[in-house]
Every structure is written in structure tokens, then in C-alpha cells.
């Protein structure tokens, strides 16, 4: 399985990063591909840049896609709203299988990417068919609970991904 982790950490190379490409590969994953967005800088804030352009593609391509954000103000970055943005409405992730990711300092905000990140996901097409994921930032790498998720969630989203790369042939 393909999966693509796009990354919404103002920090390249983040906790946040490594913990989206842990996910990916919980769920089973032979192939992550990390879009850390920091990279892309200013050239989201306006249209047409060829390489948002080429990182758009590369999401919509994929059969897994990773969507990971610190908690920043009870909410997901800026950054990753900027690449949202760059979506089209109801079809910008037509067939992408989507995950919702988020690290926080606290258990406070344990509800953000269920709250706020899965509903624009949902709004730009992708298909989010489990509840989102939220770590602990200071625990993510050591947290017991990613595995159980990844159990009871990973056959949903693998068998999702098979239909859709069926589709694609």
C-alpha cells in the first residue's frame, strides 16, 4: 500500500513527521512518502505553484494519505490550511482514503482532529472511514494505543486503499 503523509509542522523533520509516517506504517504501508509542508514556505499562500502543483498530485494519487498537525490553538496549523486550500470543494480528494492526525501537549485537546481536521478532509472528498488519531506528543513513539487502533482500523482503511487502486488499473 501507497500512503503519503503530508505534514503541517512549522518545524521540518518534526515529532509530528515521524509520527504520521508511524501511523502510515501501522497501517501497513510498504510506501511513505512524507510532503513536510514547511518546505513549500510562501508559494501556498498563492495558486498555481508548480511544486504545490506536484505535492497536490501526489496526495490526490495516493491510496493513503496521512493529514498530521500539532495543536496549535485548540486547532490544526495554518500550514495545513493553506494546502487544503489548494483542494478543490468535494473533489479535491475524491478516492483518497484520508487519516487525521494531531500531537498535543495535553489530553484538553484530545478531540481537535475528530472536531476540526476530519470535517474539512470530509469537505474536500476524501474518504475518513475511522475516528481520528490524537497523541501526546511528549508519549507518541512509545503510545501502546496507535497499535491498537492501527488493529481494529487498519483492515477498514487497507481495504478501502485495494478498491481504490483496483479502480485506478
Not at 509530528?16 to 504501508?29: F, K
Not at 484538553?108 to 475518513?128: C, F, S
Request: aromatic fraction near 6%.
Amino acid at each position: 500500500m501507497r500512503a503519503v503523509a503530508v505534514v503541517g509542522n512549522p518545524k521540518p523533520a518534526s515529532r509530528t513527521a515521524d509520527a504520521a509516517e508511524r501511523l502510515a506504517r501501522a497501517l501497513g504501508a510498504d510506501d511513505v512518502e512524507v510532503i513536510d509542508l514547511i518546505g513549500l514556505g510562501g508559494k501556498l499562500i498563492g495558486w498555481g505553484d508548480p511544486e504545490v502543483a506536484a505535492a497536490v498530485a501526489k496526495v490526490q494519487a495516493a491510496e493513503v494519505a496521512v493529514f498530521a498537525s500539532p495543536t496549535y490553538k485548540a486547532t490544526y496549523t495554518g500550514l495545513l490550511k493553506l494546502f487544503l486550500d489548494q483542494l478543490p470543494t468535494a473533489t479535491g480528494l475524491a478516492g483518497v482514503v484520508a487519516v487525521p492526525l494531531m500531537l498535543g501537549g495535553g489530553p484538553g485537546h484530545a478531540l481537535a482532529p475528530e472536531l476540526l481536521l476530519k470535517p474539512v478532509l470530509v469537505e474536500v472528498g476524501a474518504t475518513v472511514p475511522a475516528p481520528a488519531v490524537y497523541q501526546l506528543d511528549s508519549t507518541y513513539a512509545d503510545d501502546p494505543k496507535l497499535a491498537e487502533w492501527a488493529e481494529r482500523w487498519g483492515p477498514v482503511i487497507r481495504s478501502l486503499a485495494a478498491q481504490r487502486a483496483e479502480l485506478r488499473r
